[in-house]
């Protein structure tokens, strides 16, 4: 050893290294109070408070940073680079053992500078989202041409960009509901302003929805103040088109998008508990049924507006006629009951005209709306269909049987009770697919889930994993299956803590407040 010693250090040094060496002996860190002393040096210890350990454990703490500051001025002044400041503060954040001091503190990795930093921009109100790459000649594919084939898991960028793109025209049609939710009984609605997120596009058409349900009157005596919650009438979306020369070139052609609202009306609320199938009016087929509450809102004409479903095909038909000879796609998109309208709005646009353009469904939290036989009728049409799906949103269960695969952090069960379940599963599953009259789900899902967000609680509530705002923020985060959320996210957090503060990690909330 002493010769490898030599061979290292220069030898003007290597008596001071011996000299040190002959008096050197393992002491334990004076800063813990909390490690046991060596037993040779052991003495009696009068116990002491958990809150007086963690005192002297700041005292300590405090001397060692007024110790490191004084001897080592040098390194302040240099400005050392940003990597190496990281390095040595998440170093030091480590030997603190935070997590006795605050619980709340998951790791030292998310007290780091790094961290920090990145936690304060997401938690700014500047909003940065990924990149918007030219699509070009694949604009088909992230169109749903080959029902996103090798796009979902790893989750394609411009694919993630694309689909918070649409989510937030949905969020523009709740905010132009909410801002005006009334509707006169008596004339007509004027033309509606929305503020959509992206100007490239331009509002043609506002769209609403009524209810086949008649409150009783004794309703409106009872409680008059309702007003617009029990209007059977509301605005529920819009029709926009994309006409910014640099944006059509971007995404390869002429967008147009029909995006929709989720329920806000007691009437609303109404038809979607009416779950009984019915046949689709249009069809011979009495296999191809849809749900009648979601039918109803399609289909049902208003006092002074005309349905859903005959505004929406009159004012695609007169697009279509307008752009005539220019490469063009219909994008539809909705949230919860938008989402279940979404497949009815594009199975009556899929042959309202001889040549339709390519139409594809962006759905955020959609129920399941028909059969197997309008799963079919759908393909057989051409729709596209990419469905978001939350892992722990009830909303996509229903209508119909819920089959559950429990959760795996669940305490391992008796075999032949597992084995039980799992026929039990098997016979409902062979039921519903087998069964023409039961309820399906239509195209390709992509599924992400509230429990591998780092900021939402693991038990967030019902209402936080239907929210249209968290379906953004994880999709933002989704990378793929083996890496659920991404580091590098770039959705800001300010609208989720607005929406979700409760369901957001107290961490968080805290350092947003600071």
């Given at each position: 050893m002493q010769t490898g010693i030599s061979s290292t250090l220069p030898a003007q040094n290597l008596h001071v290294f011996q000299a040190r060496r002959a008096s050197f002996k393992c002491q334990r860190s004076p800063l813990s109070p909390l490690t046991k002393p060596h037993p040779s040096?052991?003495?009696?210890?009068s116990s002491a408070s958990s809150t007086e350990l963690t005192r002297q454990h700041l005292s300590n703490l405090e001397k060692l940073l007024q110790k490191t500051n004084q001897a080592e001025p040098e390194q302040v002044i240099k400005a050392p680079t940003n990597r190496s400041i990281e390095t040595k503060g998440k170093g030091l954040l480590k030997g603190l053992n935070l997590s006795k001091i605050c619980p709340e503190t998951r790791t030292a990795e998310e007290m780091s500078p790094r961290y920090l930093n990145r936690l304060q921009r997401l938690l700014s109100k500047t909003m940065e989202y990924s990149p918007r790459n030219n699509l070009g000649s694949r604009w088909r594919e992230y169109h749903g041409c080959n029902d996103w084939s090798g796009l979902l898991d790893p989750l394609d960028e411009n694919l993630r960009r694309e689909?918070?793109?649409?989510?937030e025209f949905v969020q523009a049609a709740y905010h132009g509901f909410h801002s005006n939710p009334a509707m006169s009984t008596d004339e007509a609605p004027l033309p509606r302003h929305v503020t959509l997120p992206d100007r490239s596009y331009k509002v043609t058409k506002s769209l609403y929805a009524t209810s086949s349900v008649r409150l009783p009157k004794w309703v409106?005596?009872?409680?008059p103040d309702l007003g617009w919650m029990t209007q059977r009438s509301s605005w529920i979306g819009f029709v926009a088109v994309c006409e910014d020369r640099r944006e059509i070139q971007r995404m390869g052609r002429k967008d147009i998008i029909i995006a929709l609202r989720g329920t806000a009306t007691c009437m609303e609320w109404a038809e979607n508990f009416r779950a009984q199938l019915v046949q689709i009016p249009e069809s011979d087929d009495p296999t191809q049924q849809v749900e009648c509450g979601f039918l109803s809102l399609h289909k049902t004409p208003g006092?002074?507006?005309?349905?859903?479903?005959?505004?929406?095909?009159?004012e695609v038909q007169r697009l279509i006629e307008m752009y005539k000879g220019e490469t063009l796609s219909i994008t539809i998109t909705g949230h919860s009951l938008g989402a279940a309208l979404s497949l009815l709005v594009a199975d009556e646009i899929s042959s309202c005209a001889p040549q339709v353009p390519p139409i594809a469904v962006f759905s955020f939290g959609g129920p399941r709306v028909g059969n197997k036989g309008f799963v079919e009728r759908l393909n057989e049409n051409n729709v596209k269909v990419l469905r978001i799906v939350n892992n722990q949103d009830l909303?996509?269960?229903?209508?119909?049987?819920v089959i559950g695969k429990g959760s795996e952090q669940q305490p391992q069960k008796d075999q032949q009770e597992e084995q039980g379940n799992e026929t039990f599963a098997r016979v409902f599953n062979m039921l519903d697919n087998n069964n023409p009259w039961a309820y399906s789900h239509v195209g390709t899902e992509l599924r992400v889930d509230t429990k591998m967000s780092p900021y939402l609680k693991p038990n967030a509530d019902v209402a936080c994993c239907h929210d249209l705002e968290a379906y953004l923020h994880l999709v933002?985060?989704?990378?793929?299956?083996?890496?659920?959320?991404r580091s590098n996210a770039k959705r800001s957090l300010v609208k989720l803590l607005q929406d979700q503060r409760s369901n957001v990690k107290q961490l968080y909330?805290?350092?947003?407040?600071?």
């Open positions: 040096s052991q003495k009696p210890v689909v918070v793109r649409y989510g409106d005596d009872l409680a006092v002074h507006v005309p349905s859903l479903a005959e505004s929406v095909v009159e909303i996509t269960r229903v209508p119909g049987v933002d985060g989704f990378l793929s299956s083996n890496c659920p959320f909330t805290h350092r947003a407040l600071s």
